[in-house]
């Protein structure tokens, strides 16, 4: 099969007018038109996951993050240029699935919902036909925030957890967003939620809601760090022969002294 049979299988499932607006999903680097001979996901592409790639035979590389996000003026050795050049000197195609993956109704956001153990999930904020940014849904027994904290720690394997003061109250409805996802803060109060967690929520945006609703920031990397998984089901279930890896390369840019 061809690298496009692949891509369009992804689109089916997170078409890409799904994305923000902001964003640069897609393709990035290299051609569609060439025959897969392996797939290497990854969260974030760096130069060695491109070396990975190679050493491991495969030509098409899919991420979450883009490769390619802001502009870039030139190409050398010492910039992104680096990783670009690397890919197209061996014919590595390399494609983003981004906001558009976060956005579809059984994207990344479902993905977090069902390993927190969220019930009666509907998006937070919905777009169009299911689809939207964020997941609200319900714990079928609520919980102390002590005890959600804790769970949060075990099935994210986070090294640290950052949130707010004391809610006061028993946690039973929870909105979830992988990422930057403070800018839905306000529709999880809306929607009464008692919890809402984010990858990235950021200094200022923790004032304000004490006794409102419990924050929670896991780290965008340590949220989202489950795409993977649901990139590879989605390539699975449509080509169970594929030959597909999953990178062994640590991509997470932050580090934490404990």
Known sequence: MNIREIIDALE????????DDYDNSGLQVGTTETEVSGVLLCLDVTRQVVDEAINNGCNLIISHHP???????????????????????VGITVYASHTNLDNASKG???????ILGLTDVKPLDEHADGNGAGIIGRFKDSMTEEK?????????GVACIRHNGDLGRKIRKMAVCGGSGAFLIEKAVEQGAD?????EIGYHRFFGYDGVIKLIETGH????????????DILKESFPKLRVLKTANKTNPINYYI
């Open 12 to 19: 089916r499932f997170a078409p890409l007018p799904l994305q």
């Open 67 to 89: 490769l390619l996000f802001r502009p870039i003026k030139k190409l050398t050795d010492d910039n992104i240029g680096s990783i670009v050049m690397s890919a197209v000197r």
């Open 108 to 114: 990344v956001n479902m993905r977090i919902a069902n």
């Open 148 to 156: 959600l904290l804790a769970r949060i720690k075990d099935k994210f």
């Open 195 to 199: 919890a809402f967690m984010t990858g």
């Open 221 to 232: 990397f340590e949220s989202e760090q489950f795409t993977v998984d649901l990139i590879a």
